[in-house]
């Protein structure tokens, strides 16, 4: 099993960032507001960052940046304009509810 996959089916809401990136900045707080506590990868912090960054690149079938790169559930939903287009049109928060991310 390849470490993204692994760590992506480790938490409900897994996020791979970079600590330079305000679009992950963004989905992050997006997330916190929204009540979720999310696992966070910074990918420029990490020891095999490199490795992942390649992983999620050919998961997404594009090159970088990767980041953000949203899993909810363990299954990848995307980036910024896929986790904001989820939330303005409703369906972001019954997706966290069903990965057991929300409660409420």
Avoid at 19 to 32: H, Y
Avoid at 82 to 89: E, K, P
Wanted: aromatic share 4%.
């Amino acid at each position: 099993m390849d470490q993204v996959t692994k760590l992506a089916s480790e938490r409900a809401v897994v996020v791979f960032t970079s600590s330079r990136c305000s679009m992950c900045d963004s989905v992050k707080f997006l997330l916190r507001d929204l009540g979720v506590h999310a696992a966070v990868y910074e990918l420029d912090k990490e020891q095999r960052g490199r490795e992942m960054e390649r992983e999620l690149a050919r998961r997404l079938g594009r090159g970088p940046p990767v980041v953000p790169a949203v899993f909810i559930g363990g299954s990848l939903v995307g980036g910024t304009n896929r986790v904001m287009a989820l939330h303005l049109a409703g369906e972001l928060v019954p997706m966290l509810k069903n990965a057991g991310a929300l409660w409420l």
